[in-house]
């Protein structure tokens, strides 16, 4: 048994370690070349209002020429999205009440009857109309394969509603992925 796993060692160490397939550096080449960038129609609820917001951003950001005609595209976006509006309610209440009662004869003839209570009831309902957006995106090249994905989520801006933002990250995690190829 120590024979034997001496002899693995001795052949594990001459024939080194096995390389590790890079395919980070040709993705990264790949995500370079795209110029002109075509974005799919997205699946999901509300997609396509949050497809607008995700072209508008990616516009914004001038990485790509963004088209509608999909053979002139070097690559497509593609992806799904989420999005869910909801009114959350809060409710209280609150009930602090004290009461007593008593009473006494002053004369053989008088009763003074005595009663007393003090109370005070507070409550209070809070609604709010709440949204959340997600969208799981890529790019892929022409020969289908996936070069940039990203997943972003959104509880909402204070400023803009959740599929604004939403889809503002995805542009912002964009710009920073294509400004480290420069790097």
Same mark, same amino acid.
């Given at each position: 048994?120590?024979?034997a796993l001496l002899?693995?060692?001795?052949?594990?160490?001459?024939?080194?370690?096995?390389?590790?397939?890079?395919?980070?550096?040709?993705?990264?080449?790949?995500?370079?070349?795209?110029?002109?960038?075509?974005?799919?129609?997205?699946?999901?609820?509300?997609?396509?209002?949050?497809?607008?917001?995700?072209?508008?951003?990616?516009? *914004?950001?001038?990485?790509?020429? $963004? !088209?509608?005609? +999909?053979?002139?595209?070097? %690559?497509? #976006?593609?992806?799904?999205?989420?999005?869910?509006?909801?009114?959350?309610?809060?409710?209280?209440?609150?009930?602090?009440?004290?009461r007593g009662s008593?009473?006494?004869?002053?004369?053989?003839?008088?009763?003074?009857?005595?009663?007393?209570?003090?109370? *005070?009831?507070?409550?209070?309902? $809070? !609604?709010?109309? +709440?949204?959340?957006?997600? %969208?799981? #995106?890529?790019?892929?090249?022409?020969?289908?394969?996936?070069?940039?994905?990203?997943?972003?989520?959104?509880?909402?801006?204070?400023?803009?509603?959740?599929?604004?933002?939403?889809?503002?990250?995805?542009?912002?995690?964009?710009?920073?992925?294509?400004?480290?190829?420069?790097?």
């Amino acid at each position: 048994m120590r024979k034997a796993l001496l002899l693995a060692m001795m052949a594990m160490q001459e024939s080194g370690p096995t390389p590790a397939v890079e395919f980070e550096p040709d993705r990264l080449k790949q995500l370079k070349s795209v110029r002109r960038l075509y974005v799919e129609k997205l699946a999901g609820e509300n997609a396509e209002h949050i497809r607008d917001l995700v072209i508008a951003s990616l516009q *914004e950001s001038r990485l790509f020429v $963004i !088209t509608e005609n +999909r053979q002139k595209a070097d %690559a497509v #976006l593609k992806g799904s999205t989420q999005f869910n509006a909801f009114v959350d309610t809060f409710q209280y209440g609150e009930s602090v009440n004290v009461r007593g009662s008593g009473g006494g004869r002053t004369s053989a003839r008088t009763f003074r009857p005595g009663s007393y209570g003090v109370g *005070e009831n507070e409550s209070a309902r $809070i !609604t709010q109309r +709440r949204e959340t957006s997600s %969208a799981t #995106l890529r790019i892929v090249n022409s020969e289908g394969d996936v070069i940039w994905s990203t997943t972003q989520e959104s509880r909402g801006a204070k400023f803009r509603g959740a599929a604004f933002d939403v889809a503002d990250k995805v542009a912002r995690k964009l710009v920073d992925d294509y400004s480290k190829l420069g790097k």
